[in-house]
């Protein structure tokens, strides 16, 4: 895929992200795996992403369509930023998650920030995604790991 880049999300790629995230694939790998209705979605977004709360979502964009998106939400009782990040099932297994976490932690500004990752155990392709990806597990649960990005540098 040609044309890539990572930018800020703007309100009206809502519906883009909801899509991508209904997906079945998405929903299999995700602690929610409910499909949720876009009048829900949509405000959640709205108020998650665009009413000043420490929360920040990146979009992946390719020939002009968003294929894409990784969030980072501030987590207040840990006081780090939990990542989550998602590629269309059409773009999966191209490189286009690394690209996409990449420029997403980069224009998010990591510095002195803590950034954590919780993938099902089941899913180990995420796994193998975060671990490739700087990611080291620094916990575990029964049904889950918990991994923290390793270049986190303290101000």
Known sequence: ???IKVRKVKREDSKRIWEIRNHPLAR???NNQEETPFAKHNQW???KYFRGGDNHC?????EGEVVGYCRF???SDNYNYVVSIAVDADYQGIG???ALLSEALEAFGVRGKEVVAQTLKNNIL???FFKK?????????DNSYYFKYKNRLVV
């Open 58 to 62: 990146f979009v992946l964009e390719g």
């Open 96 to 98: 286009l998650g690394k």
């Open 45 to 47: 977004f709205e108020n």
């Open 126 to 128: 995420s796994g193998k």
């Open 28 to 30: 299999q790998n995700s």
């Open 133 to 141: 990806n700087n990611f080291k597990i620094f916990k575990e649960d």
């Open 1 to 3: 895929m040609e044309n």
């Open 73 to 75: 939400d501030f987590d």
